[in-house]
């Protein structure tokens, strides 16, 4: 267990329509991070929440928002949902250091399906 | 452009064989690496990672990776791997300056022949 929590469970949305994601960091962590994992696929990178900040985003356009909360908690939004929106959605928190090397510690995941 | 390879999408290996999951990447920046295991429907959990020092990495469950710079791989070992080792499988790379952007391979699925 990593002490991240991601809800809910699964979500099944139809296309056009808008979705909010969220997100429980591990305590101590002040850093989140959000993936995009296709079926059969790899993570891929979506964006990164430093101190309510967006710190570094991914290939993803401007649909795919979120926000970073004081106590590190974070929501992934996505607007205008479409089909090949499907897929685990993840979350990663970790602690960023004045060096800048952390690493992420990964929830469980969103399962979304958008029909 | 910053990538990870791993070329074998399906592994099967018998219960109690030895295993190596190969792991190569393209990094500008010297790399922090890693290695995380995922089982189905599931998230990802950390199996080891290397930063600095010993080029030879520890990790739970048994697991080990040799960082080899020269040949940009970042191998995963296992003396006997166990039916409980089925997963999906995947490298991945940050940067040193920043690990705010974790590149991550396509995934190797391990599965164990009993």
Do not use: M
């Not at chain 2, 109690?16 to 998230?43: D, I, K, M």
């Amino acid at each position: 267990e990593t002490g991240v929590t991601q809800s809910p469970t699964h979500l099944i949305k139809t296309r056009g329509q808008q979705v909010t994601l969220r997100c429980s960091s591990q305590s101590g962590h002040n850093t989140v991070s959000w993936y995009q994992q296709a079926l059969g696929q790899g993570p891929q990178f979506i964006f990164q929440y430093y101190r309510e900040e967006e710190n570094g985003r991914g290939n993803f356009p401007p649909r795919f928002s979120g926000l970073q909360f004081p106590n590190y908690s974070s929501e992934l939004n996505v607007n205008a949902l479409e089909l090949d929106d499907s897929a685990l959605y993840l979350c990663a928190s970790s602690s960023r250091t004045s060096g800048g090397t952390d690493t992420q510690y990964f929830g469980p995941g969103t399962r979304l399906t958008v029909l | 452009a910053q990538s990870v390879t791993q070329p074998d999408i399906h592994i099967t290996v018998s219960e109690g064989a030895s295993l190596e999951l190969r792991c190569n990447y393209s990094y500008g920046a010297t790399p922090y690496l890693f290695w995380y295991v995922q089982s189905p429907g599931q998230g990802l959990q950390l199996l080891l990672k290397y930063f600095s020092g010993d080029t030879l990495v520890q990790g739970i469950k048994g697991f080990e990776a040799e960082f080899k710079r020269s040949q940009s791989s970042f191998n995963l070992r296992k003396p006997s791997v166990h039916w409980s080792d089925a997963a999906e499988y995947f490298c991945a790379v940050g940067a040193v300056s920043s690990a705010s952007k974790i590149i991550f391979g396509s995934g190797t699925r391990l599965s164990i022949r009993p």
